[in-house]
């Protein structure tokens, strides 16, 4: 599964708007994410997961950050993330499942955001970006 | 996700022995899928399901010459199911959900009938084998 040029275009005009708010959509989406779905919660056994927790803020911030970094070099997103993707597969190993789930609060935050912007058609190159970056994150699980 | 030399010389090597019974393999799998998931006859309303039914059979067959076809080119799995993609993205449009669900019913006709082969290591590459296979043939979806 590769990203058209259309769709690279609606991620990367997006992402402009998107980084303005980057801190506050990633805590934003870890908060949807503990409250929707709390067994996520199962792999933070070591943070405060309060909403507004510092610990929350800075791993919101962190995720954001890893995700613009896949816009940063969407042509190349294995290559962006490859650390990342080396720290899922052999410490973190976060079930698989989970980046649906997150994929998911991400785009409710964006969505309710950015209203104006989340058309159908960027809904759909936004859920597929972050696809193809779970992917990335999951394909050195084995 | 590729597979590694080792995993290819046992889905290579197992291949000799599943091959000598693919279209029962394949029909029995089948079998199975509509037996233990109901809802994925929802894409044969054209067939009869009956266990035994020369359709099934046919089906089936068909199935296993594919996974056969990926064996063979296991070096180029997206090459050689290229066609098989196109059809299950434009016209066919089975839902991803359902190929984990097929994977995991040939792996378990397979388990019954080879049982000293299927060891944990075979199961494990021939689970990411056929998970591959699933990603190639939904690959062009959107």
Redesign the interface.
Known sequence: ?SLTKAERTIITSMWGKVSTQADSIGTEALERLFTSYPQTKTYFPHFDLHPGSAQLRAHGSKVVAAVGDAVKSIDNIAGALSKLSELHAYILRVDPVNFKLLSHCLLVTVAARFPADFTAEAH?AWD?FLSVVSSVL??K??
Do not use: F, Q
């Open positions: 599964m759909a597929k999951t394909e699980y084995r």
